[in-house]
């Protein structure tokens, strides 16, 4: 297998306009591109390690099945950014719709994916994830796409995991990394909050995966998580204001890179 070899790694996300059929759509697939080609031609310039797509502004998300509109779609604007750029390239389709992001990944000719639900039942804003590890695991091997990694979150963001409290994160990493994930991604509770450094130090001595901290990351920080973290994934902070669904700062990415590198 071709990997995406994480080495103290910053991953920029691309927080694409919403998309057709979502409530916040515009009304023009050609602006959706090239904000979203800009957006990966100026993390490129800062000397990221990597850009992963995601589609954050299509509230409310469905759960687990998204349209042929949403995926075809997702594919072109991976395709158009992995063709002008030298850096791996990944995606995101929420709410977890990992199938659809791994053939997005193949016929892009990406290198990885976010994956939720990979392991272990939660309750989400959008209901009930079942785990998935299987199920696309099989459909990576049945479509060719052996070299498209699979990051996957665990006791992710944005949920509850009273259903699996007798499961620790350390216990879920090692189902994870016996699932053959690729690698782990330990979040805080909500977007653009920080994951707990001292969960993130266990899960790194107890697995032989890479971890990765997959929100909250800020100058302040990342020296500390980057001691246990392969790569950290970073939207929030290059923001405007340090809010998601902003237009990116061009100072604060390139003030962050400054200090990190």
């Known amino acids: 297998m071709s990997t995406f070899k994480l080495n103290k790694s910053i991953i920029g996300m691309i927080h694409v306009a919403a998309l057709p059929g979502t409530p916040n759509y515009s009304g023009s697939v050609k602006e959706i591109i090239e904000k979203a080609k800009t957006e990966a031609a100026l993390y490129h310039s800062l000397r990221l390690d990597g850009v992963m797509i995601e589609n954050m502004h299509d509230i409310p998300y469905l759960n687990r099945n998204v349209g042929p509109e949403i995926t075809s779609l997702m594919s072109i604007i991976l395709y158009e950014i992995k063709k002008e750029l030298e850096i791996p390239c990944g995606i995101q389709i ?24 990979f392991v272990f039942a939660h309750v989400a804003d959008e209901g009930i994830f079942n785990s998935d590890a299987g199920e696309i695991l099989r459909y990576r091997k049945q479509i060719g796409a052996d070299d498209v990694q699979v990051f996957t979150d665990i006791k992710k963001k944005h949920s509850s995991h009273s259903i699996t409290a007798d499961t620790d994160i350390v216990d879920t990493a090692k189902a994870a990394q016996f699932f053959l994930s690729d690698g782990v991604i330990i979040t805080g509770s909500s977007t653009g909050a920080k994951p707990s450094l001292e969960e993130i130090k266990a899960v790194k001595e107890n697995v032989n995966i890479p971890v990765l901290a997959g929100s909250g990351i800020t100058p302040e920080n990342a020296a500390q998580f980057f001691e246990y973290c392969d790569a950290l994934i970073i939207g929030s902070y290059f923001k405007y204001e340090g809010k998601w669904n902003n237009a990116i700062d061009r100072d604060r990415v390139r003030n962050f890179m400054k200090k990190i590198k």
């Open 94 to 117: 929420l709410a977890g719709a990992n199938k659809d992001a791994l053939a997005a990944a193949h016929s892009a000719g990406a290198d990885f994916i976010r994956a939720e639900g």
